[in-house]
Each structure stands twice: as C-alpha cells, then as structure tokens.
C-alpha cells in the first residue's frame, strides 16, 4: 500500500516536497516514481528511481526542478518539487513498478492515492 501526502497550495516559483510511504517490508525491490494528472486528461510521467536510488530518469517538463530520492530503511519515496509552474498544478500519484529494470518510466504494479497540488500563478 503506498500514501502520497505532502501537496498543498504554493505560488508559482516556489517548492513543495511530496512523500510516499509504503507498507511491507519489500519496498527495496520496487522502482518508485511519481505521476501527475489533471482533469481531463490521461496520467502522465513525471520521474522514476531505480531500488537503489541510484539512478533517476525525469520527464523533460521537470527536469532541473524536481528530484527524487528514496530511502528504503523508512520505505520512503519524496519529490522535491522547486521552481515549481501553474502548469505543476495536477494530481500527483506515487507508483511502484516492480519489472527487472532500472531506468526509464514506470509501468506500475501499484498506486498511491493521489495528492493534489496546486500552483497559483
């Protein structure tokens, strides 16, 4: 089971930092990421990590402004989200993906709940 928290409202240009905690004691074998959507429209990559935290592969939308880290001893996952644009504004979805890969997006075996953050411009 995976919980998101962490959204909120902020203007534009400033930060907000999402996390998501899973439950059980295999969240090492994931690669986690994060994914937005807004209404209307279909739910879209935004950044993964690989088991170890190692390597991170982003959306072109985000990179420079966002990053992603994992702690596996708190079964954590967090998106540090900076600069942030009205455009950010969306629902938020942390994944698990359990595949044998490392890089490149998520395809998920798993979602959190959602998060909403909202960037007023």
């Known amino acids: 089971q995976l919980q998101a928290s962490g959204g909120g409202l902020v203007q534009a240009g400033g930060s907000l930092r999402l996390s998501c905690a899973a439950s059980?004691?295999?969240?090492?074998?994931?690669?986690m990421g994060w994914f937005r959507q807004t209404p209307g429209k279909e739910r879209e990559f935004v950044v993964s990590?690989?088991?170890?935290?190692?390597?991170?592969f982003y959306a072109d939308s985000v990179k420079g402004r966002f990053t992603i880290s994992r702690d596996n001893w708190k079964n954590t996952v967090y998106l540090q989200m900076n600069s942030l644009e009205p455009e950010d504004t969306a629902v938020y979805y942390c994944?698990?993906?359990?595949?044998?890969?490392?890089?490149?997006?998520?395809?998920?075996?798993?979602w959190g709940q959602g998060t909403q953050v909202t960037v007023s411009s």
């Open positions: 990590i690989s088991r170890s935290g190692g390597t991170t």
């Open positions: 059980g004691r295999t969240f090492s074998s994931y690669r």
């Open positions: 994944a698990a993906d359990g595949r044998l890969v490392v890089g490149g997006p998520l395809i998920p075996d798993y």
